[in-house]
């Protein structure tokens, strides 16, 4: 009923569900009930549910922050805390709206001493899970026409990207993604 609610899960959390070991049967019984769902949408729109694998995750993850933010009253509990890195940037942010003063000035000394000492990504964006599935695909991705010089036709455009075997919105967001990515790193 979640699934059918919010038109399957967000694509994240569909690249695990497909990595994992469920059955492709399986698979296709449940999406295609999904796809029912999301065809019934159209006569009435409404708008989809969140992931419920997002959800539960969002859920878990309040529910620690707040257990490691009481915990850190203590002050050996904190000193530990220190020694052991902290949280990444992302849940820091997250513990912002709810932490004491002083647990919160604890949380973001500990980020700031972490990356002064040994700067690393995973402290400033968390861990991504879902990054290597997206570098793979995206590096497959066919490129779009880059000379700008000669005017192309909106509809040669579209009929280009239908011939991929892909899903034209995911296709195009990959290859705006992607070009963000080469500008972003050239820029640095």
């Given at each position: 009923e979640q699934l059918r609610a919010?038109?399957?899960?967000?694509?994240?959390?569909?690249?695990?569900?497909?990595s994992g070991e469920i059955e492709p049967e399986t698979l296709t019984s449940i999406y295609r009930e999904v796809a029912k769902t999301a065809?019934?949408?159209v006569q009435a729109p409404a708008p989809p549910a969140g992931c419920p694998a997002c959800a539960s995750a969002r859920f878990n993850v309040g529910y620690i922050l707040t257990g490691v933010l009481q915990a850190l009253d203590d002050r050996g509990l904190g000193r530990r805390y220190a020694d052991g890195g902290g949280l990444c940037l992302?849940?820091?942010?997250?513990?912002?709206?709810?932490?004491?003063?002083?647990?919160?000035?604890?949380?973001?000394?500990?980020?700031?001493?972490?990356?002064?000492?040994?700067?690393?990504?995973?402290?400033?964006?968390?861990?991504d899970r879902d990054a290597t599935h997206r570098r793979t695909w995206r590096a497959r991705l066919p490129d779009r026409v880059t000379?700008?010089?000669?005017?192309?036709?909106?509809?040669?455009?579209?009929?280009?990207?239908?011939?991929?075997d892909a899903c034209p919105a995911c296709?195009?967001?990959?290859?705006a993604e992607r070009g963000y990515l080469f500008w972003l790193v050239g820029e640095q």
């Open positions: 919010s038109l399957g899960m967000c694509p994240a959390h569909t690249r695990r569900l497909l065809a019934e949408r992302p849940h820091l942010l997250a513990t912002g709206r709810t932490a004491e003063p002083a647990v919160l000035r604890l949380v973001c000394d500990t980020l700031a001493a972490r990356l002064e000492h040994r700067p690393e990504l995973v402290a400033l964006a968390g861990i000379a700008r010089s000669e005017p192309r036709d909106a509809l040669q455009t579209l009929l280009d990207r239908l011939a991929t296709l195009l967001g990959g290859q």
